[in-house]
């Protein structure tokens, strides 16, 4: 079991540059193809830029073509933890990590892509580390 991480709000915010303060810890959404890993076909582990928690593999990685990297499942389907969001006038499933609950992006399903389990964890860039394989 992943022992949780917990931090105050003035924690997270030394601890975080302002733009990743607000994408993690507000639920706030980086500009469309301004991330540095959209494109990136590195392979490795993408963990969590708060925690270090592992959330993604690039072997789960694919191109969607939204401006966000985006995979079809976790690494650990006890990595992230969904949640209804309402935001928007719309009904979305917000991603969060599952170690210290930060916002992640969003995920969505039914779009038609050809992967294993037809969703899109659509993931804010600035969420993440990218620690390559070796």
């Not at 079991?1 to 924690?11: I, L, N, Q, S």
Request: proline fraction near 4%; glycine fraction near 6%; include cysteine.
């Amino acid at each position: 079991m992943t022992t949780k991480v917990t931090k105050t709000e003035e924690e997270w915010r030394q601890q975080l540059s302002p733009e990743e303060y607000a994408v993690l810890r507000k639920a706030g959404t980086e500009r469309p193809w301004s991330g540095e890993y959209v494109e990136t076909k590195t392979e490795g582990v993408y963990r969590c830029r708060a925690c270090n928690a592992e959330l993604f593999r690039s072997n789960e990685k694919f191109d969607s073509h939204c401006g966000w990297p985006s995979f079809w499942e976790p690494g650990d389907s006890d990595a992230v933890t969904l949640l209804e969001d309402r935001s928007f006038g719309s009904v979305r499933t917000e991603v969060r990590c599952a170690t210290c609950d930060s916002h992640l992006g969003h995920v969505f399903t039914g779009e038609g892509y050809d992967t294993p389990t037809d969703a899109r964890y659509c993931i804010n860039s600035v969420c993440l580390t990218l620690e390559p394989a070796e």
